[in-house]
């Protein structure tokens, strides 16, 4: 497996954002350096341009090239985020027989409105699925039917209804068991799959760098056993882990086992077909 380390922070709402930076480089530290690439990430907070994602310039940027670099890997390509936006360049490859998974605690699916631009993150299932041609071209869209999202909590009412019209899969913390996930994946019919871990899906006491911790999550094997479950008899095509923005080192290394372990799953996962 080829990582691609992404310490993008522009397509994150939070004030904090620049912490998933060093989240990013945190996790790098202990990868193999020979099977690492680093993607440089714009300085600044980039430009809209009118478009319906804050930051858009910017977010754009690293999405072409996390795109590039997906393309020209021999090996499945597992993007270390950064904030959850990071994994839009990595889907550039993916082809109609590829489930993709999100294990998440966010939805991800928020309405794309130019007249109230949304960070990046918070729409990043809906820029995958539904977007206007001219957001991301060089990303092809993911049919509404090869995708399955589970871990979600604390969704809003208007989220869970555009998810339904999408025809989206959805799975709340309590129904995502991991045999729930298997079959639901199996219910797309593909015979590979691109899983994209964003770690708001874990309980803040299981780690302690989340920008919005929400109680009553996943604990670190469970998020193990649902990476098994999505990925279970499948090629894997690809994958991506957001979302960590440690407070300061010290309290980095302390999350680093849950965060390693999820790495781990994912790297099995690249072998095991």
Do not use: C, K
């Amino acid at each position: 497996m080829q990582f691609l380390v992404v310490g993008q922070w522009q397509g994150s709402a939070s004030s904090r954002a620049m912490r998933l930076g060093d989240g990013a480089a945190a996790i790098a530290a202990d990868l193999p350096r020979a099977s690492t690439t680093v993607i440089d990430v714009p300085a600044g907070a980039g430009d809209r341009l009118e478009t319906a994602v804050a930051r858009y310039t910017s977010v754009l940027a690293v999405a072409e090239r996390v795109a590039e670099e997906t393309a020209v890997s021999n090996e499945p390509v597992l993007v270390v985020g950064g904030d959850g936006a990071s994994v839009l360049g990595a889907t550039a490859g993916l082809d109609a027989d590829t489930a993709f998974v999100r294990i998440a605690g966010s939805s991800g699916f928020r309405a794309l409105n130019r007249a109230q631009p949304v960070a990046a993150e918070t729409a990043v299932l809906r820029i995958l699925v539904d977007r206007p041609d001219d957001l991301f071209p060089a990303i092809p869209t993911v049919p509404a039917s090869s995708v399955v999202l589970a871990g979600v909590r604390g969704v809003e009412d208007t989220e869970t209804a555009s998810l339904d019209r999408a025809g989206i899969v959805h799975l709340d913390v309590d129904a995502a068991t991991p045999d729930a996930i298997a079959a639901a994946v199996d219910a797309t019919g593909a015979s590979a799959v691109f899983v994209h871990v964003d770690l708001d899906v874990l309980d803040p006491s299981e780690v302690d760098g989340l920008l919005e911790p929400v109680p009553f999550g996943l604990d670190g094997a469970g998020l193990v056993e649902r990476i098994q479950a999505a990925t279970r008899g499948r090629r894997l095509a690809g994958a991506a882990l957001t979302g960590f923005a440690p407070v300061d080192p010290d309290r980095a290394v302390d999350d680093l086992g849950v965060i390693l372990r999820a790495v781990g799953a994912l790297t099995s996962a690249s072998r095991a077909v």
